[in-house]
Each structure stands twice: as structure tokens, then as C-alpha cells.
């Protein structure tokens, strides 16, 4: 296997480990020459998954697309990249399962958002936006609204102590709903 750090073509592999289910093969390898490591992976050839694009063209799915996508949303956050590859993994072992050989552009966001709501809900909102296409803040406001839990009956009337206290809902300036936790302020 050639380094991609120095080009040399001689390595040992130092750890070889089974993934996605059986399906491939991750190894740790060391460069003969500048020592560094890097990792490899080995699949199964299978027929090729073709993804329908909204616009109605077919394309061959390219594992590097959603490796981007998903590299882009969590750009900058607390993620570590086994964490991502195996987010990336378990979507292509959903549609691996479903042994289908065409899949719609729009299932494969679907999936990678539902997963990035459990790993890492501002790497959901990103993602989100560009894959819904957010033209105004509201779409924003109504997706974090979407991750909140909803509130119980009585949260947010005070804290029950009979000081009159209570939340009020004005809006802001951008239109957005912003709750105060007393009255007037």
C-alpha cells in the first residue's frame, strides 16, 4: 500500500480489525520509511447503488459525497472522526440492508439527518439548512424548535412559590419569539 504521506510503497500493517458487520476491513498501517501511520479499508465489491437526484438523473452513490456532507456539518465541533465514520457506516448499512438498487437522493438526507440529531444537534441544524434549502431565519427558529423538548403544562408559569413571576412570549425584532422570564423586561 503506498504512504500518502511520503509515497513510499512498503508498510506493516499494525492492527486489522472487522467493520460494518463483516462487510469490510479497517487497517493501521506504519510507512517503512517515514513511520507515520494511516488507515485503509477493505469492502465487498457489490452492484452499484444508483441515487436518483431531485431533478430525476441517476448517478452512482458515492461514499466520498456523504463522508463531505457529513464532514462539513460537523466542521469545528466535539466529533471525533471514528464517531463520524461510524455514523457514516451505520446509513450505508441501512440501505446495505435494504438490498435496494436504486435510493432517492432525498432518503440518503433523511437518514444522515436523523443521525446527526442523536450525535450532534448543531451539526443537524447545519446540515439541515443546506439540505432543506433555509431561505429565511424563521426555518432556523422552527428546526432548533423541533430538537427542544417539549414543555410540560405549568413549565414556565413560575416556579410554584406564589410570587407572581411568570414567562411571557414577546417577539424580537427579527420576528422570533423570545421568552423573558419576568414580566415587562
Do not use: W
Not at 510507512?31 to 488507515?39: I, M, N, Q, V
Not at 469492502?43 to 438523473?57: C, F, M, T
Not at 450505508?92 to 446527526?116: H, P, T, W, Y
Request: hydrophobic letters at 30%.
Amino acid at each position: 500500500m503506498k504512504c500518502p504521506h511520503c509515497g513510499h510503497s512498503e508498510d506493516k500493517v499494525i492492527d486489522s480489525r472487522s467493520i460494518r458487520e463483516g462487510g469490510a476491513v479497517r487497517r493501521r498501517r506504519e510507512c517503512d520509511l517515514c513511520h507515520r501511520r494511516f488507515t485503509t479499508y477493505e469492502y465487498v465489491e457489490s452492484a452499484a447503488l444508483q441515487v436518483i437526484k431531485r431533478d430525476g438523473r441517476r448517478e452512482p452513490f458515492q461514499r466520498d459525497k456523504l463522508v463531505k456532507g457529513v464532514r462539513q456539518a460537523l466542521h469545528k465541533r466535539p466529533v471525533s472522526t471514528q464517531a463520524m465514520e461510524e455514523l457514516v457506516e451505520r446509513i450505508e448499512n441501512e440501505f446495505a440492508r435494504d438490498g435496494i438498487m436504486e435510493l432517492e437522493s432525498r432518503r440518503i438526507g433523511e437518514s444522515v439527518m436523523a443521525e446527526l440529531a442523536q450525535l450532534d444537534q448543531v451539526a443537524y441544524i447545519r446540515f439541515a439548512s443546506v439540505y432543506r434549502q433555509f431561505r429565511d431565519v424563521q426555518q432556523f427558529v422552527d428546526t432548533i424548535r423541533s430538537l427542544l423538548p417539549e414543555k410540560k403544562a405549568g413549565d414556565g408559569a413560575g416556579n410554584g412559590d406564589g410570587d407572581g413571576e411568570k414567562a411571557v412570549s414577546r417577539e424580537s425584532e427579527e420576528g422570533a419569539e423570545i421568552e423573558t422570564d419576568r414580566a415587562g423586561e
